[in-house]
């Protein structure tokens, strides 16, 4: 669920919209994938192998829940001040800002990136933020040993790059197919952004206080 709901981002889509739109966008698509999933791949092995998760590595992890509890409330509050306009929702990508809604300017400045400038945005729009420490902390709780976390973890960023997975994999017969798909896509996202954020933060933020709450019933002591 937690992997699910970081699928369609706008700084995701707005990124890899742009870089269809290069000369070259398989090799730029590649060193995005490839940096931005290392990336994310490496944090994810120090947050469930040598960290054992957020929670730490307490006895029945008692801690675990309650960092849950705790990034649940605070996905809730995010997505309550969202909801007021407290909070503006990011309108581009991380680096890749320019236009009024961020896609104009991503065209200006990935129109001649290079492999290397693709793998910097490919993490800049990966860097970990609530879900994946949160996605972590669930997978070191419920990992059975080492290589099964590691296999999680590696599912988890297989689902959160798929989006640029498939635009790679598309682009290579159909470039005008998905380019298109992506520019509604993003069109999309830009007009529902707000509404998206607040029910994707509140289902997320839901579901960790739930889960953390049973669990500390279940384990009082």
């Known amino acids: 669920m937690l992997a699910l ?6 700084t995701s889509a707005a990124a890899v919209l742009a870089i269809l739109s290069t000369r070259r966008p398989q090799r ?3 060193a995005y994938i490839v940096a931005g999933f290392a990336f994310s791949l490496a944090v994810g092995a120090l947050v ?3 960290l054992q998760g957020i929670g730490g590595s307490d ?13 649940g409330l605070l996905a809730l509050g995010y997505a309550g001040a969202v909801g007021v306009g407290w909070l503006p929702r990011s309108r581009h990508p991380v680096g890749v800002a320019g236009g009024t809604d ?3 300017g991503a065209h200006g400045r990935l129109r001649h ?9 490919g993490v800049l729009t990966h860097l970990p933020g609530l879900i994946y420490l949160a996605a972590l902390n669930a997978i070191a709780a419920g990992a059975n040993g080492v290589l099964s976390g590691m296999v999680q973890v590696v599912l988890y960023n297989a689902i959160w ?4 997975i498939v635009a790679l ?5 159909r470039p005008d197919i998905v380019r298109n798909a992506l520019e509604q896509l993003s069109s999309w996202t830009r007009r529902h952004g707000r509404v998206m954020i607040v029910v994707g933060a509140t289902a997320v933020g839901g579901y960790l206080v739930v889960t953390g709450v049973l669990a500390l019933l279940a384990h009082p002591g």
């Open 161 to 164: 790059f798929s989006l640029a």
């Open 48 to 50: 469930v192998v040598l």
């Open 5 to 10: 709901s970081t699928v369609i981002r706008p």
């Open 102 to 104: 961020g896609t104009d």
């Open 113 to 121: 990136l290079s492999p290397r400038g693709a793998a910097t945005v």
């Open 169 to 173: 994999v598309l682009s290579v017969h």
């Open 59 to 71: 006895t029945g992890g008692a801690r675990r829940p309650v960092v849950e509890v705790a990034a």
């Open 28 to 30: 730029l698509l590649v």
